[in-house]
């Protein structure tokens, strides 16, 4: 089944995005970004020589999510840890700005702050080369017990919690059922971008948003076709629990999936969640990084704002439409998705 909704109403929602609050839990990444000329071939190997003219640092992982909200006007609590360096303090520094309360950015002696550093040719935006400086090592218990202590002094404040998940050590199965405690006492919804690798700690969330090669990952077969991308989706809400699954699938737009209330009187069939198939919302694709993130918050701050799930996905749809088109992890702003919507 496809949809198309009202504009009006749509907007309508957007308009609520300053009154939600959410919570951000993740992997906080520096995406850092060197641009440069290329002008000619280096004599000792057949590589272009970038003539560097500027650098840019900004929030990625779990950072860009927060971003998101951020600029969609929603208030966000960052929660996560960092290495005790130079990049965790100017990552930590970088989300100090108005809207977001960096709540439990724990800097960790034994860990250093994940940097992903792009070499950029300009003007073309062609990305030279990527490095990563990372170490994906279990956060410790001792992190992560500061982290859910003072998870529990904020989450009473709190519309909805995001998890976001790079597989760089700060989820654990651990981390989840705390969180999962805390929001279930509330019925304050939690919401994933999972990392397949760490399916089995997900069990008892209300909402999933993997992309179709992570759904394919989970599901352990490609999610490709819509009748794949159903057959997983299926497999995934069935063995996660959630409630809502969003499968995003680049150019082929996204499949929601919606757990219906079960009842003893409902056949298997009737008891199956509902597919509804999106098209697209981009007009031009520049650049997928972090696109993820745009969904993610935008769908999440739609739920809160009263949209009905199908609602919410329309309206991260068009989120992931805007964001495409730009380069590097980038945001989208509450004036450009209503103009957009």
């Given amino acids: ?145 500061k982290i859910l202590g003072q998870l529990e002094g904020v989450i009473s404040r709190v519309d909805a919690v995001i998890v976001s998940d790079y597989g760089k050590g700060m989820i654990s199965l651990g981390l989840m059922e705390g969180l999962l405690k805390l929001a279930d006492k509330r019925k304050i919804p939690v919401g994933v971008d999972p990392k397949p690798g760490n399916f089995s700690f997900y069990r008892g969330v209300s909402f999933l948003t993997p992309n179709h090669i992570e759904a394919g990952e989970i599901a352990g077969f490609p999610a490709e076709t819509d009748k794949e991308v159903e057959k997983a989706g299926q497999e995934i809400i069935q063995e996660s629990g959630c409630r809502y699954l969003l499968i995003t699938r680049g150019e082929k737009g996204m499949t929601l999936f919606e757990q219906r209330t079960e009842s003893q009187k409902q056949s298997v069939k009737e008891r199956r969640p509902s597919v509804t198939h999106i098209p697209t919302a981009a007009r031009e694709v520049f650049d997928v990084s972090g696109a993820g993130d745009t969904v993610i918050a935008t769908f999440t701050l739609a739920l809160i704002a009263g949209a009905t799930p199908l609602e919410a996905a329309q309206i991260a749809n068009v989120a992931a439409g805007l964001v495409v088109g730009k380069f590097g992890t980038a945001v989208v702003s509450r004036k450009e998705l209503m103009e957009a919507i």
């Fill in 1 to 145: 089944m496809t949809v198309k909704l009202s504009k009006s109403r749509l907007q309508q929602i957007t308009r609520r995005f300053p009154d939600s609050r959410v919570l951000v839990l993740g992997d906080l990444i520096l995406d850092r970004y060197l641009f440069g000329r290329v002008r000619r071939i280096s004599p000792e190997a057949p590589v272009p020589v970038v003539e560097l003219e500027r650098g840019e640092d900004r929030p990625g992982g779990a950072g860009n999510a927060v971003m998101n909200v951020a600029g969609l006007n929603g208030k966000v609590w960052v929660a996560g840890v960092v290495g005790k360096d130079k990049a965790g303090e100017r990552l930590t520094a970088i989300l100090k700005r108005p809207g977001i309360s960096p709540l439990a950015v724990v800097p960790d002696p034994g860990r250093i702050t994940p940097v992903k550093t792009r070499v950029v040719a300009v003007p073309q935006h062609h990305q030279v080369v990527r490095i990563d400086q990372e170490n994906a090592n279990p956060a410790s218990g001792e992190i992560r017990r």
